[in-house]
């Protein structure tokens, strides 16, 4: 029997660790790579210091490494015994009359440390990042803000908006003489004018109000071709900072964001809104699911690296990449017909890891009656991804 001291469980878990922590690292930087556009548009256009970049780095990793663990775990273990089999130490193995299914107790006890970890960044890591995220968009934006805000230039970095400011007091930051176009709404223009005006920031929506003393509205209608003047002792215009830093559903926490005894207060208040409360069970079963897959990963690995004793290791990696492709559709087909009210939520977070974890504890039967397992089912669904990467 192994057990965590002897010295084939040690021997397992340190072949392991090497590929888990170099795959962790490459598709770490592939998921970084998709962001790379909008960093670099922050350093260059809207002068975000590094610092500050640094920082948007750690934040976002949360939200994609509850992705990549799962797949460097099941890319350590098949690497592994894949490397084994080549080798045939596996071979040797079972002419020491080692049983297959005594190398499951360091897969699965690499799955579970997996597990823990990815369970670690959606329970923890995601709500925590998510928040501080939107505190240094905030930051950024309002730092950009005072930066762009000079006077007597033209100032557009707001959607539909150019600000003009004559003067502004260095001490106390109340705005002089201050000019806006207002585009905003389609058909009308509005030309605000004021002598006085003072910027106040509200982190939690990523919004300024900009309060406007002692001014007047010139309104024209480009429909009916009418104009209207308004006089004002106070006027407040809404200013959206994700305008100025690109940040979508920052004004709010989303369920995604939400730490789990947030989510369960979340479906209690939403209990009579259908589509609000599958929304909020879907994330609650998958911030659980997402982790558990570590261990499905894993099993399904084992039997597939001892079955590819001759294959290269590039096939090893197309094939690892390939079976989480297909646990990344069963999870996305899952969580669209969940969220369409067709599957239960439960349903369609659990069943991915059901399928995958399901096919390996078939394979690793197989192989230890020294079954061969035939690839050749993955034939046409090579084929399929194939014509549709020429498509595209």
């Given amino acids: 029997m192994i057990t965590p001291f002897s010295i084939l469980f040690r021997y397992l878990i340190f072949e392991m660790l090497p590929p888990f922590v170099i795959n962790l690292a490459f598709f770490s930087f592939i998921f970084l790579m998709k962001e790379i556009l909008e960093i670099t548009d922050m350093i260059v256009n809207q002068k975000v210091g590094a610092g500050a970049v640094c920082l948007l780095f750690i934040y976002m990793m949360p939200l994609f490494l509850q992705y990549v663990i799962p797949m460097s775990v099941m890319m350590a273990v098949l690497l592994s015994i894949l ?25 699965l006890t690499f799955g579970v440390m997996g597990m823990l970890i990815t369970g670690y960044m959606t329970i923890v890591g995601v709500p925590q990042s998510a928040d501080r995220l939107k505190t240094l968009l905030f930051d950024v934006a309002s730092a950009n803000l005072s930066v762009s805000l000079k006077e007597r230039t033209f100032n557009d970095s707001f959607k539909n908006i150019m600000l003009y400011v004559n003067r502004i007091d260095p001490q106390s930051k109340v705005l002089h003489h201050v000019l806006i176009e207002d585009g ?15 910027l106040f920031g509200n982190p939690n929506e990523m919004v300024y109000h900009l309060r406007l003393y002692n001014g007047t509205i010139n309104q024209m209608n480009m429909q009916d071709r009418s104009s209207h003047t308004i ?16 940040a979508p559903g920052m004004a709010s926490k989303r369920p995604k964001e939400m730490t789990l005894a947030e ?58 990449l390939l079976f989480f492709l297909l646990y990344y559709l069963l999870l996305s087909m ?52 194939m014509r549709l990467v020429k498509k595209r």
Avoid at 188 to 193: A, F, L
Avoid at 295 to 304: F, N, R, S, T
Avoid at 362 to 379: D, G, H
Wanted: proline share 4%.
């Fill in 83 to 107: 490397r084994m089999s080549g080798d045939n130490e596996i071979m040797a193995l079972k002419a020491g009359g080692v049983s297959v299914f005594r190398l499951l107790p360091p897969v």
């Fill in 184 to 198: 905003r709404t389609k058909g009308v223009n509005n030309t605000v004018i004021a002598k006085r005006g003072k």
């Fill in 231 to 246: 006089n004002f002792e106070t006027y407040d215009i809404r200013l959206d900072l994700r305008d100025v830093i690109n």
């Fill in 263 to 320: 989510l369960r207060n979340y479906l209690k208040q939403v209990k009579d809104d259908k589509n609000a409360y599958f929304d909020g069970l879907l994330n609650l079963h998958k911030k659980i699911s997402i982790p558990v897959a570590c261990l499905a990963m894993g099993l399904l690995a084992l039997p597939l690296g001892i079955q590819s004793r001759n294959a290269k290791k590039a096939f090893g990696v197309g094939l690892g």
């Fill in 334 to 385: 899952g969580s669209a017909l969940a969220e369409n009210g067709k599957l239960h939520p439960a349903i369609g977070m659990w069943l991915p890891n059901v399928i995958l974890g399901g096919l390996g504890i078939v394979l690793l039967v197989r192989s230890a009656k020294e079954k061969t397992i035939s690839m050749t089912f993955l034939a046409p669904v090579m084929d399929t991804a």
